[in-house]
């Protein structure tokens, strides 16, 4: 099936520091997503992604979708204790495909 | 609260036993998914509503598996028979009809000894 691969599939920063991760696949999306989880919660979402090459900012994190419409990255600038979670990546394979495809997540843990 | 309840947050069972979840989508998102998620790894689709109309359901879904949204609102998720693989949490989000933003709830953590 589909897969996206997600990377790194964790992070040991200090708090301050800047993060980036990414997601890259073989096919081709028409949507890409990002959530946050926390422990026992569902995914919240962070920012969505409709056009190649779209930069999106909501806040300190900012994310991209690919030119080549096959990967996406989210950045998150000064990065402080409330940002510790797992971040997934989420993307939809056309117009007509109403599921999301997840990335394996990326788990932030943030040293103060 | 306006955003996805689920219902329970957790259940715990025995192996053999049948297990229903709840979801009660935004008000007025037509879509409603199901997905489940084991420990480390990103949320799996399940199956997908566009109001009562279950529209597609993924090969993880087996004869044990059914989900319905009777009246195109709420959604029961029901699993017969549960074996230990099935413990997992249970996701269920909301869309609204031509949107591409799904919103989760908080999950049902299914548990079965």
């Known amino acids: 099936g589909q897969q996206l691969n997600q990377s790194p599939q964790s992070m040991f920063i200090q708090e301050g520091e800047d993060v980036s991760m990414n997601c890259t696949s073989s096919?081709?999306?028409?949507?890409w997503l990002w959530y946050k989880q926390e422990p026992g919660e569902g995914p919240v979402l962070l920012i969505a992604l409709y056009k190649a090459g779209e930069l999106t900012s909501n806040g300190r994190l900012t994310a991209q979708f690919g030119i080549t419409r096959k990967d996406s990255f989210l950045n998150i600038s000064a990065s402080i204790p409330s940002d510790v979670g797992i971040y997934f990546c989420a993307g939809q394979l056309s117009l007509g495909a109403q599921k999301l495809v997840f990335g394996q997540g990326t788990r932030l843990t943030i040293n103060p | 609260d306006t955003g996805v309840s689920q219902n329970p947050r957790h259940k715990i069972t025995k192996r053999g036993q049948n297990v229903t979840f709840r979801c009660d989508p935004i008000s007025e998102h037509n879509r409603l998914y199901w997905y489940r998620q084991t420990l480390g790894q990103g949320p799996e689709f399940l199956t997908y509503?566009?109001?009562?109309?279950?529209?597609?359901k993924s090969r993880l879904l087996s004869d044990r598996f059914s989900a319905e949204r009777p009246k195109g609102s709420f959604s029961t998720l029901e699993i017969q028979r549960t074996e230990q693989g099935d413990s997992a949490m249970y996701l269920c989000a909301s869309e609204l009809r031509g949107g591409t933003e799904a919103f989760f709830g908080q999950g049902t953590r299914l548990t079965v000894v």
């Open positions: 096919s081709i999306f028409n949507t």
């Open positions: 509503f566009q109001n009562e109309a279950q529209l597609e």
